[in-house]
């Protein structure tokens, strides 16, 4: 099945830096979505970004789907971005694939 | 509120009990999908319903059994659990496979 990896695997930053969180997948995707996940355990849908780049406030992602990879950038870093962000990936009609997702520890 | 519903929030049971965890989809989502989080295994598929129908399956054991009913909620059942049960269910909905999904707050089993 298709393998994804996500870097780092951990980060931990001061509060207004910026961080790059990359995601790389092994095959072609037609659904790619981005997550986090909070410390309370909730996960909240970012970006539903199969291919281009999409901006929410602090935070854009941009999926390169021909070299199979996708950034998710947040700038200007609170404490409240804290927590593990997912990539997940979905080939035609199929479920979606998790990464084992990023850790990101933001220090006031 | 994600519009997603799950119940219970919290649940502690032992071992060999059977247990039912429950979803209500988002207004206007006809696929539901159940994940298991655990500290091991990450976010792990089980298994996939569309409009009443099973799509896809999983990892998801023999133990394990799960339905959507026609008012589209869905019931995921384990039974005969195990300490290795323990985890997070998590519950998600979307329009169609390839649209965004939304989480419910999840199920933390914990068995004892």
């Known amino acids: 099945g298709i393998q994804v990896e996500q870097s780092p695997p951990d980060l931990i930053l001061q509060e207004g830096a910026n961080s790059t969180l990359r995601c790389n997948f092994s095959d072609s995707v037609n659904n790619l979505q981005w997550f986090h996940q909070n410390p309370w355990g909730q996960l909240i849908n970012l970006f539903y970004i199969p291919s281009g780049t999409k901006q929410n406030g602090r935070l854009s992602a941009t999926t390169v789907a021909t070299e199979r990879y996708s950034l998710l950038y947040i700038s200007s870093s609170q404490t409240t971005d804290s927590g593990v962000y997912f990539c997940?990936?979905?080939?035609?009609?199929?479920?979606?694939?998790f990464g084992q997702g990023t850790r990101l520890t933001i220090n006031p | 509120d994600s519009g997603v519903t799950q119940t219970p929030k919290h649940l502690i049971t032992a071992t060999g009990q059977r247990v039912t965890l429950r979803c209500s989809p988002r207004?206007?989502?006809?696929?539901v999908y159940w994940y298991q989080q655990s500290l091991d295994q990450g976010l792990q598929f089980l298994i996939q319903y569309y409009n009443g129908e099973e799509r896809a399956k999983g990892n998801i054991l023999e133990r394990f059994s799960a339905q959507q009913f026609p008012d589209l909620h869905s019931e995921l059942n384990l039974s005969s659990l195990e300490l290795g049960d323990s985890a997070l269910y998590f519950c998600?909905?979307?329009?169609?496979?390839?649209?965004?999904?939304?989480f419910g707050s999840g199920t933390r089993l914990t068995v004892v």
């Open positions: 997940a990936v979905g080939q035609g009609a199929q479920k979606l694939v």
């Open positions: 998600a909905s979307s329009v169609g496979a390839r649209d965004g999904y939304t």
């Open positions: 207004s206007g989502d006809l696929s």
